[in-house]
């Protein structure tokens, strides 16, 4: 895909996301590139194991040697039921036919379940890397309940060849305060095994809808998850797109104030542009030293090629390490699904696109 395809994905959006001239200097950012882990790790307290881990991610796939990465996530069958996730194709009900996506995809390395790696780890380990992702909402209490609990542990993910755990914390919940213990303590072990992290640093709070607005993928709020997220040792962040801003704003009243903010983080550092928005994202990432992925979201059928490239686009030029994309891809046929997964690869391959 070349950036006259792009552009055309794009529409009427192209050079509101094209041109745009970010508020954040892209001299303050830490970016992507063939040389990151000496660049940005090689100075920290990870171990030579997790910087070896580090480079096999960066170096896999497609992309493999440009800095960015495309992550296949396929953590559904629990998080919204697998006959929800996988009737519309049921052939992944089958773990086999998981990593064949993700090979024949081109993507960087797999996550998803104990279940899933577990099954085909002595096949396909050492193909494709592999990230266990640790923690999931179970989704099948009634009434439905809205908790991360573990269903793993890291020493499987060690024992199984994995190069990496995953995580989900949701910020802003009850539970939270206990899940950034849990996750916190295994981002530890993880490290200590050689293993790198990957936080799915998510907002769930009732309060974060304000009078008909949802704030859950405000700027400001995912903002703080993601500061929240690097703190407790996540080399990576997965977070969605951010559509508004405000959220402290919208949720803070005299009676009951919510976080503390100021209006410089709106006008100073942010703006309406969604590579802003995004890009305020990356910088409570500590300005990129870990890099953000944002998440791909659900399959909406025709619309999907589009938003799957305009969400690259986003990312890229924020100053983003890559995409996680999962039901855009394995909803739909395997060849299409192929097609997807390279089209947002293509997006970080296209040199014209270039960060803001």
């Given at each position: 895909m070349n950036l006259n395809e792009i552009e055309k994905l794009l529409g009427a959006d192209a050079n509101t996301l094209l041109k745009h001239e970010a508020k954040i200097s892209k001299k303050r950012l830490h970016l992507p590139g063939p040389d990151f882990v000496d660049r940005v790790w090689l100075d920290s307290d990870r171990t030579p194991n997790v910087l070896r881990n580090l480079q096999l991610l960066f170096n896999s796939g497609r992309l493999g040697g440009s800095g960015y990465v495309s992550i296949l996530p396929v953590d559904q069958g629990i998080e919204h039921s697998a006959g929800a996730s996988f009737a519309p194709n049921p052939d992944y009900f089958d773990p086999d036919n998981i990593c064949k996506l993700g090979i024949e995809g081109g993507c960087n390395a797999v996550a998803s379940t104990l279940g899933v790696m577990g099954v085909v780890a002595r096949k396909y380990a050492h193909k494709i890397p592999f990230v266990l992702k640790l923690n999931h909402n179970e989704f099948l209490s009634y009434p439905n309940s809205h908790d991360q609990?573990?269903?793993?542990?890291?020493?499987?993910?060690?024992?199984?060849?994995?190069?990496?755990?995953?995580?989900?914390?949701?910020?802003?919940?009850?539970?939270?305060?206990?899940?950034?213990?849990?996750?916190?303590?295994?981002?530890?072990?993880?490290?200590?095994?050689?293993?790198?992290?990957?936080?799915?640093?998510?907002?769930?709070?009732?309060?974060?809808?304000?009078?008909?607005?949802?704030?859950?993928?405000?700027a400001d709020l995912t903002g703080q998850g993601n500061h929240l997220g690097v703190t407790i040792g996540a080399d990576i962040v997965k977070q969605k797109l951010p559509t508004n801003n405000g959220g402290y704003k919208a949720v803070s009243t005299k009676e009951k104030p919510f976080g503390k903010f100021t209006e410089t983080m709106y006008s100073d550092l942010c703006s309406d542009n969604p590579i802003d928005l995004t890009r305020y994202q990356i910088a409570n990432c500590f300005m990129g030293r870990c890099g953000l992925i944002n998440s791909g979201g659900e399959s909406k059928g025709a619309s999907d090629l589009a938003e799957a490239v305009m969400t690259a686009v986003v990312n890229k030029r924020a100053g983003g390490m890559g995409l996680i994309s999962g039901r855009k891809a394995f909803q739909k046929p395997v060849g299409e699904g192929v097609a997807m997964l390279h089209a947002i690869q293509d997006v970080y391959l296209c040199k014209e696109v270039t960060v803001a």
């Open positions: 609990i573990l269903f793993a542990s890291v020493k499987q993910a060690f024992d199984m060849g994995a190069i990496g755990i995953g995580a989900t914390v949701y910020f802003g919940s009850a539970e939270s305060k206990r899940q950034i213990q849990e996750i916190s303590h295994a981002f530890q072990q993880a490290h200590e095994l050689g293993m790198i992290t990957i936080l799915w640093c998510y907002l769930r709070n009732n309060g974060f809808k304000v009078a008909g607005t949802d704030y859950h993928a405000s």
